[in-house]
């Protein structure tokens, strides 16, 4: 019988390129605004204000960075959970993607936090306050980080052979955590929907609604499944790799894509006929068109998936997927910045400085991504055939 | 290898069964009831009509809590705060209209309005801390914040439905800034300092018990009814003579997000001076229905987790039989 | 009547007013800038004074302490009294004359019969009405009937004091002898009345000066008061508004705040309800230094009808003033909106995004062509 796991290889390659070179630029530039920002606090480098006291690093770094970073839950719940082994390829670049995403994102709630020497609080049980939607995701986020390196960690044992002798103890007890690895990120995937709804009526009604937890779930799960679509077919390009072998999951992932899309905007369009709101999505000026560019975005995998020829191409997949991202990107954005009516008088829009931290962590996420597929066993290799592979599984 | 609508209604029909469930439980119909006034209730009552807009409570309120000048001009002279923020706990706003020349009317008249903390019975910003670095005392009800513990993540600023916690941006140690009823002053047996200055008895004191009787002796008055009206705490005996003014029958703080502890009376519409429409169940009551539908007791994620249990080890028993090297 | 109207220069003026041509212009543009009259007005009153006839007036006392005639003499300005009585005729003045009893009163009879409708007629203190008004008469006659009697020939009425404007002091409640001001006890709504208790002289002064220049009396508001003089609050001149704004109050007479010079409204100030311009100008020509709230007392509101002898002291005053401009307001702008820099860098990196996105996908497509050609 084949033996898959050794199929993953390092990529190879120069790691000092035009690409890492300006990523390693703009992390450096990011890595000193937020020095800038340690000595002389968040005003120095953010138009932060109370009338926005969250901005661009919580909406983008933490809350759709997350999102992005759903790759790896997305590929543990079908590969694992619903265990398809043909996915299997798929998991570790997957993982690797949600590992950086996730400890960025983790470290970019630092970098907001004003009080960040008390953060070890949220693990005090006499402070701890269980009530507070946010106290519960930062307890999942910090765990779940923790989670990712683990299930992570074969890739990074495989290749250091002092590490062998304990790969399969680590990997009797794997099972564990990518149960763990699947409930962590459903319960603070939807959380994060779930922060919006005490704010109440400073959310527009286009966006507040009880259903947030679910909506942020869904449309989390299928940013999962689109980022593993976009990484590969982006890989294949940046990586000069072939992804032949991987084209047919690619392709049941655009289905699966498809359908939750149905599923959500479903609900979000139910969701505003039961509340009597779907009248606002015509007469909320700005909000009614990021509305609409929204559920335009959304709606495109559901339309262009349709289509076998945009399933098996990986133009057609490229542009679904990207489609999907900005949608979910954009749902997010609007959730937390432009729904927000905070009162009036209130202005807010990033500074350069705030732009350039956020800029520099997308960057220094895509230089480490590089290094570590070049270094370590993450993508797959395809020794055995997608028969073998099938047939293995089945066993 | 065709990918076939089966994938997809497996996709569908998984994701929405899933995801169903939880639509379920998260209705509004889980919503927690509101919280209750504190056995011990204190309060301020603030009265537009009374005021003059001196600003002797803006003053008093910063050297009781040892606040720093609030420039907002450009000499950077004088102390000219122009909203509550990390250097004012309190401020006098005024709502003008056209001439503005008539006090307490709507048309053409101008009134004040005094905005500080609210000290609401369900607050918003108790139930998001996470830390529990706000919180409200059990038996005064006053919203209390404790920087040692604060983690500084802002939520507190960005749920209160009335924007009142202010965090600061202008250093690197950053606290939140409210009103905390001077709690310290309350401590020594003193009442808050912006009820102390108040030359006309705009902002007075006292337990809720009294102000709500307060309220609706005021409510009784004949417009033009010569009456007197206390000054600094209700049962001071300190009282001034004056015509009660026409009230707008709503007192803004009864019934809002489940009541506050400091109340308005006014003569001119709430919304023009600057307080939000809101609706009695407070924004917690929704909130913390969600959390703890879904995870009271730990109970739903622990049987999603022993699900998942099983299944991952299913999925690595396939993968024992194939060893790798 | 002189009538001087031929000879006027410096020397003129150094005879006749006793004071040399510099002082002189220096009153007439004294007077100009009280009234609040436009450049120009100095020389038209300063021609005037010297060329117009002089008017007659006669001045009739009634409940009154006869402060307001003190007022306009206890100037410091060394020839006010000089001037006044070389601008205008005084033909009968009970507390300046040398004469009495009939003597007196045949001498304003005469003033009366001799300027029959060109007179002007000034009163000082209330008219009693009640139980007849008895309760002040003048060599026989009751107040009223004198009143009556002088008015009716008279070019104008002015009411000097609070008394004679409103009932003043004698008028506080319970008002035992009906005391009531000259214009109310006369029937009649153009009398000009310069209330006050005393009123600054200067107010009288322009008043008539102003008659005299122009043939007319100044603008005047609702209640006859020359808007130059009690147009405005106290409170909205008050030279301690700032500690009001600040909310910095004395609490007590002789405490810390008070003796700082904070504001006095919790001790029962009056200024922002009454009308005058006695911060402006001060009393006794003494400067901003001599008014009541200067020294530390409280504004008792002694123009005002319904405050002044009414409202007690020390009750709280209401509020009458418009609010200062830069009042902190019910929305006020806050926080940074977009600069140039940052919108354009958004704006930069998603058009290279976009770019980048659109190239990819079209490489993509040739990408996928060439697979399925191979296929």
Redesign the interface.
Known sequence: ??????EHEPLGGKLVTKTTVVCAILAAIAAFLLAKR???????V?????????GIWIAYDVVIGTAFACGGYAMALV?????K?EYHPLVRPALLASCFGYTLGGASILF?????W??W??L?PK???T??????V?LCVMSYILVLWIEFSPAVVSKFAVLRPH?KKL?RI???F???G??LP??HQ??LG??L??????IHPLWQT??L??LF??SA?CMGFSIVVFEA??GS?GFKRSI?HEM?QL??I???V???M??YLV?RFGDLIVRGELGSIFTSGLRSLMFIIEIALFATPVVLFSR?RA??????L??GA?AMLLGGALYRLDAFLVAYD???????????S???VT?GIIAAEILLYIVFVRTLPVFYTHKLT?AELAA??E? | MPVNRRDFLKGAAGSGAALATAAAASSPAQARPNKQMPPNAVGLLYDSTLCIGCKACVAGCKEANGLPPDFNTADQLWDTPIDIGPKTYNVIKLYADGTADHKDEEQNGFAFVKKSCMHCVDPSCVSVCPVSAMTKDAQTGIVGYDPDICIGCRYCVLSCPFGVPQAEYDTPTPKIKKCEMCRHRQAEGKIPACAEVCPTGATVFGPITAIDAEIARRRALQPGQITTFERRTLGSGDVHEKAAPKYLEHVYGEKEVGGTQFRFMSSVDYEKLGMPNLRDRSYPADSEGIQHTLYSGMIAPAVVFAGLVWAAKRASHVEDEHPEE | MYDDSANINGTEIETRFGVSRRDFMTFCAAMAATMGLPKGADAQIAEAITKKDRPSVIWLHHQECTGCSESLLRSEHPTLEKLILEIISLDYHETLFAAAGHQAEAARKAAMERNKGKYLLVVEGAIPMKDGGIYCKIGGQTSLELTKEVAKDAAAVIAIGSCASWGGMPSTPPNPTGATGVGEALGRKDVVTIPGCPPNPYNFLSTVVHFLTFGKLPALDKENRPIFAYGRLIHDNCERRAHFDAGRFALEFGDAGHRKGYCLYKLGCKGPETYANCPAIGFNDGGQASWPVATGHPCIGCTEKGIGFAKPIHALADLKTNPPISYPRIVEEKGEGASLGAAALVAGVAGLAAGAGFKLAGNLGKADAKDEGEE
């Not at chain 1, 953010?46 to 969250?54: A, E, Q, R």
Request: hydrophobic residues 45%.
């Open positions: 019988m084949g033996n898959f796991h050794n340690m000595v002389l606090g968040l005003g120095s953010t138009n932060l204000n109370n009338g926005y006291p969250w590969t694992y959970i619903l265990n082994g907001d936090l004003g009080r960040w008390n953060a609080h949220i005090v402070y701890m306050q009530n507070s939607v946010m106290f519960e930062a790969k990997e794997l099972f564990v990518v149960a763990l699947c409930l459903t319960m939807s959380s779930t922060l709804v005490v704010l109440g009526y400073q009880p259903l937890p679910l779930l869904c799960i077919v982006l390009a032949k047919p392709g049941k655009a289905r699966i498809q359908g939750f149905v599923v609900l076998e399933r098996t191409g990986k133009r057609g490229f542009i990207v905070t009162g009036p008088g209130w202005h807010y829009f990033p500074s350069v705030e732009l350039m800029f997608p293995a599984h066993k």
